[in-house]
């Protein structure tokens, strides 16, 4: 005789979860104000008041960037302690922003320092030679992040700066120069009080001056190759607590400064001798083809050949035509 069924025989799959689901997520009310002072690996240091705590990325960020300079709100053990972890729940407001793209190409943007007031372009004199074109692409990315430029010329004691100063002189950039210990003092003055970061290519010598303006940050220097090209000592960007006030941030060398992310007009604000003129051009002009309105302004003496020629040549490179 066939055997009756029970409640044995029904099979019903458990659910996964007894919890109800939510789509609230918590507000971290509680959570601490830091700083980001460096990221090595997935892992952030920030520092909370007077105390500098290990933390990582809380997965309600997802894939937004965290990176040196950025206000953050932290949880979790804020001792400082070696076996201490914290947890960067919130990104704050950004004031500025400085950003990179692999190549003028890629419209994929890096951020490389956030909430900086100032940015120091490092430029060598000599050894490694200057390069200005990678100097317009620096002014470009400050106007275009909202830092305000400054230009520090290391190595006098190797060259003039004369030509690199006159260069520049139209744009009414600020300059400093340096060598051989002069010259530390007035850049120190410039950064006193306030957010700045130091930027440039390999070998200019920007671990060097960190290390006289922040006497106990034991930044690592090296020297440059038989080639005239830096070799990478800093490997991530640090920030620097100024004696006296201001934080300044040390970042990597750099051998080339894409532009994917900024737009022409971007690169226009770069250039303000050049900008007033460009609103008499024919509409839709590209700044490159004749008739532009920028080639009266050079023929008459207005502006430099120079800083005309570094603006095409940035305008040509976002297109990749040519290589700055």
Do not use: W
Not at 5 to 17: A, G, K, M, N, T
Not at 269 to 291: M, R
Request: proline share 7%; aromatic share 2%; net charge neutral.
């Amino acid at each position: 005789m066939p055997r009756e069924l029970d409640e044995d025989d029904v099979r019903v799959r458990p659910p996964r979860s007894t919890r109800p689901r939510t789509k609230s997520r918590p507000g971290h009310e509680d959570a601490s104000l830091g700083q980001i002072v460096t990221v090595d690996r997935g892992r952030y240091r920030v520092a909370v008041g007077d105390v500098l705590v290990t933390a990582v990325r809380a997965r309600e960020l997802g894939r937004r960037a965290v990176v040196v300079g950025d206000h953050v709100s932290v949880v979790g053990d804020l001792s400082g302690g070696p076996d201490g972890l914290a947890r960067v729940v919130r990104v704050e407001a950004r004031t500025s922003l400085l950003r990179r793209t692999p190549d003028d190409n890629d419209p994929v943007e890096r951020a490389v320092v956030a909430n900086a007031e100032i940015l120091v372009v490092v430029t060598a004199l000599a050894d490694p030679v200057p390069r200005p074109r990678l100097i317009d692409r620096c002014l470009v990315a400050a106007f275009d992040g909202g830092l305000v430029p400054l230009l520090c010329l290391t190595k006098s004691d190797l060259a003039s700066p004369s030509s690199l100063l006159a260069l520049y002189e139209p744009l009414g950039v600020e300059s400093v120069v340096t060598g051989r210990g002069s010259g530390v003092a007035e850049l120190l003055d410039r950064l006193q009080g306030r957010t700045s970061v130091l930027f440039g290519q390999s070998g200019v010598g920007k671990s060097t001056l960190v290390n006289q303006l922040v006497p106990d940050a034991y930044r690592a220097v090296g020297s440059v190759s038989g080639v005239g090209k830096g070799r990478h000592i800093s490997s991530s960007a640090v920030a620097f607590a100024l004696p006296g006030g201001g934080t300044v941030i040390d970042t990597p060398g750099v051998r080339s400064f894409g532009l994917g992310a900024v737009t022409p007009a971007g690169v226009l604000a770069a250039f303000p001798d050049l900008a007033l003129a460009a609103e008499e051009c024919p509409p839709g002009c590209d700044h490159l083809s004749p008739g532009c309105a920028l080639d009266l302004l050079v023929t008459s003496g207005q502006a430099s050949a120079a800083r005309l020629d570094s603006y095409r040549r940035l305008l040509s490179s976002r297109e990749g035509d040519l290589d700055a």
